[in-house]
């Protein structure tokens, strides 16, 4: 069946503009997380979603960042005013549900560059 | 709170060598424990799992990883490296989230 799947794959941006990536995850996961990957920060959770729960946001950097969930499926992260340091690769995952023993099912990423 | 560390940056071996690659973490609890690998602008790809049981556990592309409690340790390993397998490898413990170590780059000479 089809993976996790991530648009646009790159995007370019001026520093200050607002950007959308789009998430659509595997159907019928009901966790969905936002990762990101950048040169000086390794790897590092940003906002995860279960289900109809409250999401958990405690890895968005700045209040600038912003993700929703329609319908418990497609999310869109958005950043706002985008700021150089805000380039990198921006992952999805999914898994079947929100616990640690399913596995998570990553995206091929989009990544961001804030010129 | 749940953290990993990877202690080497770099790794360079040749093709046909072993490779080790080293992981501790912190958790307060049984950890669920994870190796991913991420080839030149590929996504993340899952090598292996650690949940409970056998603490030996195989993983695709003939990789295996050892899991001691007593060393929080996740250690990777494979006996005889092929040129494919250069690539950046995450070890990583979850509750419900991901946490990764900074990544270990594997360079395999000819």
């Known amino acids: 069946g089809a993976g996790v799947s991530q648009s646009p794959s790159n995007k370019v941006t001026e520093k200050g503009k607002d950007v959308e990536l789009r998430c659509d995850p595997i159907s019928g996961h009901t966790a969905l997380y936002w990762y990101r990957q950048s040169l000086g920060q390794g790897l590092e959770f940003l906002i995860y979603f279960q289900g109809n729960s409250a999401p958990d946001k405690s890895g968005l950097p700045s209040d600038r960042f912003s993700a929703e969930r329609t319908g418990g499926s497609v999310s869109t992260l958005t950043i706002q005013r985008t700021q150089q340091e805000d380039s990198a690769v921006y992952l999805c995952a999914s898994s079947l549900v929100g616990s640690g023993s399913y596995e998570q099912y990553f995206g091929p990423g989009t990544r961001l560059t804030v010129t | 709170a749940q953290s990993v560390t990877q202690p080497d940056i770099h790794i360079t071996v040749s093709e046909g060598a072993s490779l080790e690659l080293r992981c501790n973490y912190s958790?307060?609890?049984?950890?669920?424990l994870f190796w991913y690998v991420q080839s030149p602008g590929q996504g993340l790809q899952l090598l292996l799992k650690?949940?409970?049981?056998?603490?030996l556990v195989q993983g695709i592309k003939g990789f295996e990883a050892e899991f001691k409690r007593s060393q929080s340790s996740f250690n990777l390993r494979k006996p005889s490296v092929h040129w494919s397998d250069a690539a950046e490898y995450f070890c990583a413990v979850v509750a419900y989230k991901l946490s990764f170590g900074a990544g270990t780059t594997v360079t395999v000479r000819a």
């Open positions: 958790y307060g609890a049984t950890p669920y």
């Open positions: 650690y949940f409970s049981g056998d603490t």
